[in-house]
């Protein structure tokens, strides 16, 4: 157990529809990192967290957002939907601004159908 | 940290011979790495780091090798068990910029 914690754990929804992806970071660690990870591939790195602030983009879409809130969790939302979205999405933590070992959440299943 | 998406290379051993698993970095001022282990439908979880001072770390039964010159990171597995069945991704923290970068990852395949 890594002290990540995702809820939930599978979500299937439709396309066009909005969810909400949420993550409690360990205890202690200031940073948040949000992953997409499809069927056999690697970790794509969408954004990360940095008490409170966002401090790394990457290739997340304009239809998703995050935020992290003053108790450091943090939410990823994923709007207007579509079948490519369906995916695994992971959270990670770690205790500083990046480059350090991070520790990652279980991961949310999401099938748009 | 980033990565590439792209299919997976596969590495299959018999159960009890040794995995050696390889990773490629692409940064020279790289100072510190670390192997994770995923399991199907899990997340990453970390296995073993070393920084760039060393060349050798050993945790219980995995070691990593890293060759600076090259810049070639190993995990290696001794006696390879089917729990060890996964996909292993090597991280680079990437200097200046304090963030990971990731490999594209290696499934490892343990046959009975």
């Known amino acids: 157990d890594s002290g990540v914690t995702q809820t939930p754990k599978h979500l299937i929804t439709a396309t066009g529809q909005r969810v909400t992806l949420r993550c409690s970071p360990r205890?202690?660690?200031?940073?948040v990192y949000w992953y997409q990870q499809s069927l056999d591939q690697g970790l794509q790195f969408l954004i990360q967290?940095?008490?409170?602030?966002?401090?790394a983009k990457g290739n997340i879409l304009e239809r998703f957002s995050a935020q992290q809130f003053p108790d450091l969790h943090s939410e990823l939302n994923l709007s207007s939907l579509e079948l490519g979205d369906s995916a695994l999405y992971f959270c990670?933590?770690?205790?500083?601004?990046?480059?350090?070992?991070?520790?990652f959440g279980p991961g949310t299943r999401l099938l748009v159908l | 940290g980033e990565s590439v998406g792209l299919h997976l290379p596969t590495l299959s051993v018999q159960e009890g011979d040794n995995s050696i698993i390889n990773c490629a970095y692409s940064?020279?001022?790289?100072?510190?790495f670390i192997w994770y282990k995923q399991e199907s439908g899990k997340g990453p979880q970390f296995i073993i780091d070393i920084r760039s001072n060393m060349d050798k770390r050993q945790g219980q039964r995995v070691t990593v090798l890293l060759n600076k010159t090259v810049k070639h990171l190993s995990l290696q597995i001794a006696a390879t068990q089917p729990g060890d069945s996964a996909v292993y991704f090597c991280a680079e923290n990437a200097g200046n910029n304090r963030k990971l970068i990731w490999g594209l990852g290696t499934s490892l395949a343990v046959n009975p």
């Open positions: 205890s202690g660690d200031l940073s």
């Open positions: 990670a933590s770690s205790v500083a601004t990046g480059g350090e070992t991070q520790y």
């Open positions: 967290y940095y008490n409170g602030e966002e401090r």
């Open positions: 940064n020279s001022a790289s100072d510190y």
